[in-house]
Every structure is written in structure tokens, then in C-alpha cells.
């Protein structure tokens, strides 16, 4: 080393040191950040560009202590040469961040640094970018600067706004918690870039001097790579952990080197190593599975917010799906009970009297219609049993009243296939017994409906009785309706009560049906507390059916 360069570091200010011992400590920060996801393009970059920022750091503590040497010419000269290199670096830097592209990366950087290294061939020439005039006469002497300066700022400003162009289009895109993240970065890049580009690229062109170089450096670059590291640790908070958990067994292996240094005798030595060795698996494997432990947490937490996002859809296709139930529930069924009165009221002869072919026709579109609605009925309750919406309206229902009214209404069913309906309330010896239970009205007459409804649908000849009774200590009351048709097996008996579940060959008596409405009978009984059952003597041997609920009163 001459001794004029020996000089300059001579020359160099505590406050120098101070800046080169800061930067290295950053570097270090942002090494130990990047060292936690080696594989992380973006965080590779990102230490590049510290390295760079200490490098001009570097190169600029040099500057300041060679002034009036005859090394400012060169000094400046490479000073500003690697300045150049931070807006590329910090480009690249945020374009792996903001835009995950690996593809196009190389081309990229070629692109960017290539134009760069055109540009630089400016520095060949001393002055043509910048320079240094010797102050005369004891004057203090000058930067200076020449023409392929202005392509030199353009090019470091323009990549500096397009990295600040791909954090704004980030930030437009992104939601949630990396949402808050890019707009404190962005906040903090707007502010430290501006104090970086002010300090260190527009001021030495206005005073000619490095005058306010360390407040663009510090308070611009510095603060930029410190913050940044912050937001990252805010974050990523977990991630901390082992960051301290390495920083800890760093410092325990690197005080145990130290020690075997001092050591004299050589067993000691010998236990020493060994003991430092030891520590060292046993500190690997204590960084390991701290890291282990934080991966298996980091893991659960993106599960969570996986779940979080199914259940959330989940909930928007529920609701579609009420919502196409209750457009079903009056598109299809509305009209679909007007068509059934209009037909009774043509079966009636309230527009006339009709021809018997007429009236038989008008008789199956009744019928049909009808079918079709306890069908679409059918369909509704499934989904908002499953759905947890079918309500439930309780008061106190007097039995008697609605299944003498049934019997009246499925009279014209029971005529039309040509078979005999009675109706039986057992009132007990003395008479003038109650029927009442607590429940909801509307839901209990379906259940009675469609249990009358089958029996009719079922029996191809003969009769279907229906029977209100109470049980012996008059606690319960008992619905059954009886028949003289199809009957069946055991094994039927079991299953009809589940869903989409009909006996079998049971299509040739009745084609239309579809295993729900025993499914919905079952699940409205059990909301009262009360039993449903069928039974049978077997095929072709009549059934009947019960349904017993908590007598009132
Ligand atoms: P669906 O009548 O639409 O098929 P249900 O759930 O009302 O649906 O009935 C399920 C099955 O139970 C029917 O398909 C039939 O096999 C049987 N079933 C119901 N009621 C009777 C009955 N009274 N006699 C014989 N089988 C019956």
C-alpha cells in the first residue's frame, strides 16, 4: 500500500468509521433475514442491494478523506460508479418482490444492467459524468459534472419510479394483512427515496460538494434498508425467533473459538474442543427445531386462513342455494296450486257442467298437480333440514279437528282410486275425550297428510282407515292410518325412513314418487318428541303406520 493511500485512511473521521461499522452491522441484518429463506429471489436481491449501499458508503468515506490527494480524481470517479449500481439493484430488488417473475428475470437484467455498463463508458473520460476540480489557491476544490450526467440521473430516477410503479400495483392488488405490509413499505420507500435521491444525487449538482451526502445516505439508503428489515421481522414476527435463537448460539460457539485460543495446557484444549463441538450439534439442533416448530405453526396458521376462505365460500353457495329454493318455492309452486284449484273448481262444476271424459281429465291434472307440489314441498324441506332452516312454530293443535278435516280433503283421493276411506276418533267409554298436543300445526297435518297419501298411492284395492286414539294413562296420542295394500318386507320397514330410500319394485305401483316424504315425516315427528313407525304382515298383507305424540292438557 503507498503511502499516500495509507494517507487517506488516515484521514478518515471517527464519524466515517462510525458510517462503515453502521453499514456493515445492516448488511449483517439483512444477511441474517436472507439467511432464513436462502431460496427467496426477492430477499437474495434485496442483500445484493445492501451490499451495494455499503460499498458506496464505502467508496464515499474514501471520498470525504481524500480530498486535496491526488486519489479524489479516481475516488470520485468509482464513487459514483457504484452509485450507479443501486437503482438497478433496488429495481431488481422490487420486481422479484412485487412481480414473482422468474422467467423473463434474466433477460431483464441483462436489459437493466447492460444499459448501465453502456452508460459507465462515460466515466472512462474524467468529466464526461463526473469529475473533480482542485481547489486553486488554497480554495476548497469542486465536483463536477458533464453532460452524460443527465443520461446517468435519468436512468437511476427512472428505475426508482418503476420500482415504486410495481409496489403501487401491488399494493392495488393485493388484500388482507400483505396489503398493510406493502403500503407501510410503500410509505417508506416514498420518504427515504426521496431524502436518498435529494441528499445524494440532486444536492452535489446544486453545492458541488458532498455536503449533504451522509443525510441522503443515512437517513435515505440506511433507514430505507433498516425499515424495510422492520416491516419484513413485523410480518414475518415468528420468523424472529429463530433469528435470535442462531444470534444466541453464534455468540456461545464464537466466545468457546476464543476461549481455545487462550488456552495453555493442552488437555484442556483437548476438553474444550470438544465441549465446543458438542455445543455446536446440540446449538444446530436447538436452531433446527425452533425452526421446525415455527414451519409447523406458519403451516397451521395458512391452513386456518385456507379454512377461513372454503368456509367463506361455502357460506355464499348456502345462500345461493336458499335463494334458488325460495325463486323454486314460488315460480314452481305458486303456479303449480293454482293450476290444482283451478281443476278442482272445473271438477266441481263451478264453470259448468263437464262430460264424464272431460271431468276424468280435468280429475288427473288435479291429481298430478297435486303430486307435483308435495314433490317440490319435498325437495324444500330436504334442503333446509340440511341447512338447519326449517322453522318451527309451536302451539297447542287440536289432533281431532285437523284429521277430520284431512279425511274430508283426501275423500276425493281415496274416490278417485276407488277405495274406501273411514275415519275413527276413539273418544274411550265416556266420551268427549281431547285430542290436543303442543306442536306446529302446519308441519304436523303434512306428516298426517302424506302418511293418508301413501296409503291411498299404495293400495291398489280395498280400504285405508285412519285412527286418532290415546294411550291407556291418556298421555300420548296415537295417529295411525291402516291399509289393504302392497304391505311390506321387514327390510323395507327399516329403510323407507331414510332418505331417497323407496321399496323395492315399488315403481310399478306408484312411478312418481321419490323416498322423501317419510325422510321429512321422521325429522318433523322428532322435533315433537314424538315416534314414528310402520308395520306390516309383509308383501301384499296391508300396512299401517303410526305416529304417537305428547298429549296436552
Ligand atoms: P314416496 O312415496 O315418494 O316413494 P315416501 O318416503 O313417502 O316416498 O315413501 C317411501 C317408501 O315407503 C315408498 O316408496 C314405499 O316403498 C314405502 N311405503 C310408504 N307408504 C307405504 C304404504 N302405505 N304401503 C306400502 N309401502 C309404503
Known amino acids: 500500500m503507498s ?42 436481491l434485496f442483500f445484493f442491494f445492501s451490499l451495494v449501499i455499503l460499498a ?25 460508479f457504484i452509485a450507479g449500481f443501486i437503482a438497478p439493484a433496488l429495481f431488481c430488488a422490487l420486481d422479484a418482490f412485487a ?34 476540480r482542485d481547489g486553486v489557491g488554497g480554495a476548497v476544490g469542486a465536483l463536477t459534472f458533464g453532460w452524460m450526467f443527465v443520461p446517468y440521473v435519468i436512468y437511476s430516477v427512472a428505475l426508482v419510479g418503476a420500482g415504486l410503479w410495481f409496489l403501487v400495483k401491488k399494493y392495488r392488488d393485493s388484500a388482507g394483512i400483505f396489503r398493510q405490509q406493502i403500503r407501510d413499505f410503500l410509505l417508506v420507500f416514498i420518504i427515504t427515496a426521496t431524502t436518498a435521491l435529494a441528499g445524494t444525487l440532486f444536492s452535489p449538482v446544486v453545492t458541488k460538494t458532498q455536503e449533504f451526502f451522509w443525510v441522503g445516505y443515512i437517513g435515505g439508503a440506511m433507514m430505507f434498508l433498516v425499515a424495510t428489515a422492520a416491516i419484513l421481522i413485523k410480518y414475518n414476527f415468528l420468523n424472529i425467533r429463530v433469528i435470535v435463537a442462531e444470534l444466541f448460539v453464534a455468540t456461545i460457539i464464537l466466545v468457546l473459538i476464543a476461549e481455545l485460543f487462550i488456552t495453555t495446557s493442552f488437555g484442556s484444549l483437548i476438553s474444550k474442543t470438544g465441549i465446543t463441538i458438542l455445543i455446536l450439534f446440540a446449538g444446530t439442533f436447538f436452531v433446527g427445531s425452533v425452526e421446525h416448530e415455527i414451519q409447523s405453526k406458519e403451516k397451521i396458521a395458512r391452513l386456518l386462513s385456507d379454512l377461513a376462505i372454503v368456509s367463506k365460500r361455502l357460506k355464499v353457495l348456502d345462500r345461493k342455494k336458499s335463494e334458488f329454493l325460495s325463486i323454486a318455492s314460488h315460480h314452481l309452486r305458486d303456479p303449480l296450486t293454482t293450476v290444482k284449484g283451478y281443476a278442482s273448481m272445473l271438477e266441481e262444476g263451478s264453470f ?20 307435483l307440489i308435495t314433490m317440490i314441498s319435498d325437495f324444500m324441506d330436504i334442503s333446509r333440514i340440511e341447512s338447519g332452516d326449517m322453522n318451527y312454530v309451536f302451539a297447542d293443535v287440536d289432533l281431532r279437528k285437523m284429521v277430520l278435516e284431512l ?15 273411514t275415519t275413527t276418533i276413539d273418544e274411550g267409554l265416556e266420551g268427549g275425550m281431547e285430542f290436543m298436543t303442543a306442536g306446529d300445526a302446519g308441519k304436523l297435518r303434512q306428516v298426517f297428510s302424506n302418511l293418508i ?9 280395498g280400504e285405508v282407515s285412519i285412527l286418532l286414539s290415546k294411550s291407556p294413562d291418556g298421555k300420548k296420542v296415537l295417529f295411525s292410518v291402516s291399509d289393504t295394500g302392497i304391505g311390506m318386507t321387514n327390510l323395507t320397514k327399516e329403510k323407507i325412513f331414510k ?27 322428532n322435533k315433537h318428541e314424538g315416534r314414528i313407525w310402520a308395520e306390516s304382515k309383509g308383501e301384499g298383507m296391508g300396512s299401517s303406520f303410526y305416529v304417537e305424540l305428547e298429549a296436552k292438557g
Open 3 to 44: 503511502v499516500a493511500l495509507l494517507d487517506i485512511i488516515n484521514n478518515i473521521p471517527p464519524f466515517g468509521f462510525g458510517v462503515i461499522a453502521l453499514s456493515v452491522l445492516v448488511v449483517i441484518f439483512i444477511g441474517i433475514i436472507y439467511w432464513q429463506n436462502t431460496r427467496d429471489r426477492g430477499s437474495k
Open 56 to 80: 458506496w458508503g464505502v467508496a464515499a468515506v474514501l471520498f470525504d478523506a481524500s480530498i486535496e490527494t491526488p486519489f479524489i480524481h479516481t475516488i470520485v470517479v468509482i464513487e459514483y
Open 99 to 132: 412481480n414473482n417473475d422468474t422467467q423473463r428475470s434474466l433477460k431483464r437484467y441483462a436489459m437493466v444492467y447492460g444499459s448501465y455498463l453502456a452508460i459507465s463508458i462515460g466515466f472512462l473520460t474524467h468529466g464526461l459524468l463526473v469529475g473533480y
Open 352 to 371: 259448468g257442467q263437464l262430460s264424464t271424459p272431460v271431468r276424468e281429465a280435468v280429475g288427473k291434472i288435479f291429481d298430478s298437480s297435486g303430486r
Open 407 to 421: 279425511a274430508v280433503e283426501m275423500k276425493q283421493y281415496a274416490d278417485r282410486a276407488s277405495l274406501v276411506i
Open 453 to 461: 297419501d301413501n296409503s291411498i298411492k299404495y293400495t291398489p284395492r
Open 499 to 525: 332418505k331417497f330410500s323407496r321399496a323395492e319394485g315399488v315403481n310399478k305401483v306408484y312411478t312418481e314418487g321419490t323416498g322423501l316424504g317419510l325422510y321429512v315425516a321422521k325429522e318433523i315427528v
